[in-house]
Structures are given as structure tokens and as C-alpha cells.
């Protein structure tokens, strides 16, 4: 039950994460204190920036994955465009490629789902907000890009890695774990990458 609390809290705030920054997400449960980060309320709280709440459902895993991708693939474009540094480009490029294969991967997996679920991706609130936050990031893009990318990838790859151990449909959990070993290469190239 607790598992499902943190999920609905999660689910308003960001529908994955993702691959968005938890840090700036803020609880929609109406009974839940206004402070998330008070201690004696975590268990309708966000989790901390790099964990995600399980989905309650075979859906809801697969609205958030869809977001993720196309969270990635439309910040990665942008990157194309306003980056500074060719390892930044290089890397939304890889973006663009692998969470494309991640989106085709993600709807032949709910096609096979029991009953069949539909994808439909659809960028969160905060999503949207981080895409407006680099367009407007200036000189400062690639910063800004490099810290989006980590925190993502840290929350898509906790939601991969859970779901893949959830007991779900098959055709998802085999999708979730042979992603997160991608996003797990993604993560760790994130971190190295040169700011500017």
C-alpha cells in the first residue's frame, strides 16, 4: 500500500521519469503536508532524486516510460541545436537513436501485454518545465542539459529496475530490464560529460 501511496504522489508530479529532476517535484496529494520534504511524510512524498515509486499498474508504468522517452528525445533535439560542445551533440545524438529504439521497443512490449495497453507519450508538467528551462539556459545549455540528463536517466533507471522485478506482464518486465541496462550506459555517460 505504501508502494501505491508513493506512487500516486509520484504520478502527479511527473507521470518517467522518467528519465526529470525529482528534486523539484512536489507532492499533489491533498491530505499530504506542504512540506515534502518533512520526514513524517514521506511515505506520501516524492522519493528522494534518483528513486521512483512503482506504478501502480501495467498503464501507468508505460505512460511514464513513454513520457521518458519523449522527454529525452525532444531534450536531446534541443541539445542538437543550442549545445556548445560536440560531446554534448554527440550524445543527444545517441539520445535521439536509443530512446527512439526505446519507444518502438515500449510499444510492440504493450502490444504483447495482456490485455494490450496503448502508448501514448505525453511530457509531464515538470518535463515541459525542464524543456522551457533550456531554451532558456543560454550560455549556460550544456550545464544545464548535463544536470537534466543525470537526474532522468537516475530516475528512468530506478523505474526500470523496480519494474523489471514488479511481477508485471512479462513482455513489460523483459522490456524494463533490458532497457535499464541502456539507460545504465547512459547514466554513466551523463556524468562524464564535459559542461561547456
Do not use: W
Not at 17 to 43: K, L
Not at 69 to 88: C, K, N, P, W, Y
Not at 90 to 95: E, K, L, Q, R, V
Not at 140 to 166: C, I, P, T
Amino acid at each position: 500500500m505504501k508502494t501505491h501511496t508513493a506512487f500516486l504522489a509520484l504520478a502527479g508530479a511527473l507521470t518517467l521519469t522518467a528519465c526529470g529532476d525529482a528534486a523539484d517535484e512536489t507532492t499533489t496529494d491533498p491530505n499530504a503536508d506542504m512540506a515534502v520534504n518533512d520526514t513524517a511524510n514521506t511515505d506520501a512524498a516524492t522519493p528522494p532524486a534518483g528513486q521512483a515509486a512503482m506504478p501502480a499498474s501495467p498503464q501507468e508504468f508505460v505512460d511514464m516510460a513513454a513520457a521518458s522517452d519523449m522527454f529525452e528525445i525532444e531534450s536531446a533535439r534541443l541539445a542538437q541545436e543550442m549545445g556548445s560542445s560536440q560531446t554534448v551533440k554527440d550524445f543527444a545524438a545517441m539520445m535521439i537513436e536509443d530512446h527512439t529504439t526505446s519507444s518502438n521497443n515500449l510499444k510492440s512490449a504493450a502490444a504483447e501485454a495482456e490485455p494490450a495497453l496503448n502508448v501514448a507519450p505525453k511530457l509531464t508538467a515538470d518535463q515541459q518545465a525542464q524543456l522551457d528551462e533550456l531554451r532558456q539556459a543560454g550560455d549556460q545549455f550544456d550545464a544545464v542539459y548535463k544536470q537534466q540528463q543525470v537526474a532522468a536517466h537516475e530516475k528512468a533507471l530506478a523505474l526500470l529496475q523496480g519494474y523489471a522485478n514488479s511481477g508485471g506482464p512479462e513482455a513489460l518486465t523483459s522490456f524494463a530490464g533490458e532497457t535499464a541496462t541502456v539507460v545504465e550506459g547512459h547514466l554513466d555517460h551523463a556524468r562524464g560529460l564535459s559542461a561547456g
